[in-house]
């Protein structure tokens, strides 16, 4: 008899206790049917009258809208900070898409293991890319069988560093010559030269250089030598290394100091008498004598005409002091 008392009292017990959802922390009192209850995340309240309500507002109840019906046991929890939540329950559950491509993958969408393996091999095969860890500087480079890639490092005329620089300073495995990196300009003002001959082709117009200096030149046609300069007048400063010089009536012309193959010849007009007189050369240099016997005065000596009609004279630098008279008409003085 006192056993069956015993099971009686368990089962009362049960049927007495309140039903509290998973997750909360225990029933409360509710204020009214809920009214403005204040709980927790899924904590449950329950009326007087024995209604049971659950806090469904992931930021805590204060109010009768975060509260929801936990009638009997079918609790429903509409989505207010529940992720993935369809606004009717807990959440709908992700499905899980086999699709290789995960083109139509969704965000309420999973894809299967297989599928993501396969959609990886499709976008870059793992046969074609084996796990070798590459060194500074190598990139990967299809192998002699052409069926995967593999690391290695530029060689020969190239090098690149991690950083992706790419130096070259060979051809063919030849270093390349100064002339190679010569600077020539924006405009290719400056044209680099190896010791050797440079050579024009094509149709191309290089224009004409201002000025040039050409050293142990031959083969030029005759047409491209330049005339001998002539000047006119009654005084002027020659100018080498040869030049012609006309009188038109007494004048005194200034040769330079001679150097080696300099040539003047200086001649008075047609038909005039007058003098000419070559300066003073300076230098310690000196005319030779019409006689080819004897030199003027070093630095300070003149050479002077006898001022007929048709003088004339022609001097050859000897050396840096010394003017040769290789020709002459009229009297000339060496003073």
């Not at 209850?37 to 449950?44: C, I, L, P």
């Not at 993958?105 to 976008?123: G, R, V, Y």
């Not at 030149?217 to 400063?237: F, I, R, W």
């Amino acid at each position: 008899m006192g056993r069956l008392i015993a099971i009686g009292l368990l089962f009362a017990g049960i049927a007495a206790a309140q039903y509290v959802p998973a997750g909360s922390s225990g029933s409360i009192a509710c204020v009214s049917a809920p009214g403005n209850t204040t709980g927790s995340y899924r904590q449950a309240c329950q009326t007087s009258a024995g209604a049971l309500w659950a806090c469904n507002n992931a930021a805590g109840c204060t109010v009768a809208a975060d509260w929801v019906s936990a009638a009997g046991s079918a609790f429903t929890f509409p989505g207010s900070g529940i992720p993935n939540s369809t606004g009717v329950g807990w959440g709908a559950s992700f499905t899980l898409d086999t699709d290789s491509t995960m083109a139509a993958n969704s965000d309420t969408s999973i894809p299967s293991q297989k599928a993501a393996k396969t959609a990886l091999a499709l976008k870059a095969p793992l046969a074609l890319y084996p796990n070798t860890t590459p060194s500074a500087g190598q990139i990967g480079v299809g192998n002699a069988g052409g069926t995967a890639y593999a690391p290695v490092s530029l060689t020969q005329d190239c090098t690149i560093a991690s950083t992706g620089v790419v130096t070259c300073l060979k051809t063919n495995n030849v270093a390349f010559g100064t002339a190679a990196v010569v600077n020539t300009g924006t405009s290719g003002a400056t044209l680099g030269l190896l010791n050797g001959n440079l050579t024009f082709g094509g149709a191309n117009a290089y224009g004409t250089p201002a000025s040039i200096v050409l050293t142990n030149a031959t083969g030029l046609p005759a047409a491209q030598v330049p005339t001998t300069p002539l000047a006119t007048g009654t005084g002027a400063t020659l100018v080498g290394p040869r030049e012609y010089y006309v009188c038109t009536a007494a004048c005194a012309p200034n040769p330079p100091v001679p150097v080696a193959g300099y040539e003047f010849c200086i001649v008075m007009t047609d038909n005039v008498a007058a003098v000419i007189t070559l300066g003073a050369l300076g230098s310690s240099a000196m005319y030779e004598t019409t006689a080819r016997t004897s030199y003027g005065t070093a630095g300070t000596g003149t050479l002077v005409s006898g001022g007929a009609v048709g003088d004339k004279v022609c001097l050859l630098g000897l050396n840096s002091t010394h003017y040769l008279t290789v020709s002459f008409t009229g009297a000339w003085v060496a003073n």
